[in-house]
C-alpha cells in the first residue's frame, strides 16, 4: 500500500463509522418505539382491567342546611371500649344522626335506604368506637375523629357522597362493669 492508499483508506474509514453509527441510531430509535408501544399497550389493558368507578369519586357541590335531611340511628349505641395504658376498662354511649345531601340526585333514596339500614350504620358506628380507647374518644378532637371515621366507613359502605357529615348528639364514657 502507498502513501495515497493509506490516506483514502483513513478518509473513508469515518464514513463507514458513520454509516454504522446511523445504523445504531435508528435501531435505538426502533427499539425506544417498541418499548413505549409495549408500555402503551399494558396500560391499557390493565385500565380495562380495573375496577369501575364508583360514585363516592364523583364531585359533589356541598350540600346547604335547607338540602340536608338528617336521619337518626334511634337509640344511643353502647359498648366497651379497648382498654387503655391504665388498665381500666371504659364503655361508651354515642348517640348521633346522619346528613344527607336530600338536594341531589339520589338524596331522598338514600334517606329512605339509610332509614331502613339502621344496623348497617349502628355496626359500622360499633366498629369505630370499639378500636378506641377512652383517652381518643375524651381528647379534643375525639368527637370529631369519631364522626369523620363514621362518615368516611359510610359512604365506602353505600357508595355515595351524598352523606354530607355524622353529627353527634351525645358522647358519655364510663367505666364498666
Known sequence: MNEDQNVEAVVAAP?????????????LVLLI???VAVA???VSVIGQTEAPVVIIDQVIPAATVEDTEFVS??????????????????????????????????????????????????NTALSVVRDMTAVEVNSRDGATMI??????RLQEEFQTNLITGVFI?????????
Do not use: C, W
Open 40 to 42: 402503551i399497550y399494558i
Open 73 to 122: 340511628i334511634g337509640h344511643p349505641i353502647n359498648t366497651n371500649l379497648l382498654t387503655g395504658a391504665d388498665g381500666r376498662n371504659m364503655a361508651i354511649t354515642l348517640n348521633f344522626n346522619i346528613g344527607i345531601n336530600y338536594g341531589q340526585d339520589g338524596g331522598p333514596e338514600l334517606v329512605d335506604i339509610m332509614s331502613s339500614a339502621e344496623p348497617v350504620v349502628r
Open 15 to 27: 464514513s463507514g463509522n458513520k454509516k454504522m453509527m446511523f445504523l445504531i441510531v435508528g435501531l
Open 169 to 177: 348528639i351525645d358522647i358519655f364514657t364510663a367505666p364498666s362493669g
Open 147 to 152: 364522626a369523620s371515621e363514621i362518615q368516611r
Open 33 to 35: 418505539g417498541v418499548v
